[in-house]
């Protein structure tokens, strides 16, 4: 009688350690993150900047937009004009915080992290207009996160220069 319900116990520990640990490497709730590739060509602007204002925050949908002072553009700079830029030049309004169909959607005054953006389309303004919109998660500054988009924006501009060459190898 004894045995058998340490061994009970015994088992609900371990399932109780099997949950935690696939809690911890699987899954992450219910969101999966597309692939890095295709973030880069969904988004036709990727920059580099420091949140420096919350603001419009939907006390509804618990979404809120963001000042954002740029740093570099990593993709698409050439989109950004007119009236998308804002004091001067080297900030932009970027919306869609908090938008649950992106898993990492949180930012906090003074962060800084890798933007991947689309202009607001029409159906969005006025609410959105002249904003930029999250396409999707946020990404930290590293070196190795950089180069990585760096390496899918690069990777088909290298492929385009080298398709005269090639014409002229073959
Ligand atoms: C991201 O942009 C693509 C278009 O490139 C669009 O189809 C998709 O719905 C956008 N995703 C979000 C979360 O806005």
């Known amino acids: 009688m004894g045995t058998q319900r340490r061994r009970t116990i015994n088992l609900y ?13 699987c899954c ?4 999966t993150e597309k692939e890095l590739e295709k973030r880069e060509e969904e988004a ?8 420096e204002e919350i603001m419009n925050m939907d006390p509804v949908h618990n979404t809120y937009s963001c000042k954002v002072r740029v740093w570099r553009y990593l ?11 804002l004091d001067g030049g080297n900030k932009v309004m970027i919306g869609g915080f908090g938008d649950p169909g992106i898993c990492d959607n949180q930012v906090a005054t003074g962060d ?8 607001a389309p029409e159906y969005m ?3 959105h207009k002249n904003e ?4 999707s998660s946020l990404m930290r500054i590293t070196l190795r996160n950089l180069e990585e988009v760096e390496h899918c924006v690069e990777g088909r501009l290298t492929f385009i220069h ?3 060459g090639l014409g002229a190898v073959f």
């Open 13 to 25: 520990g371990w399932a109780v350690v099997i949950v935690a640990v696939l809690n911890q490497h």
């Open 28 to 31: 992450h709730g219910s969101c």
């Open 44 to 51: 036709n602007i990727v920059l580099t900047g420091t949140v």
């Open 75 to 85: 993709k698409g700079k050439s989109r950004v004009n007119g009236e998308v830029l």
């Open 112 to 119: 800084t992290r890798i933007f991947f953006v689309n202009l």
């Open 125 to 127: 303004w006025p609410a």
């Open 132 to 135: 930029l919109m999250l396409n």
């Open 162 to 164: 080298l398709l005269p």
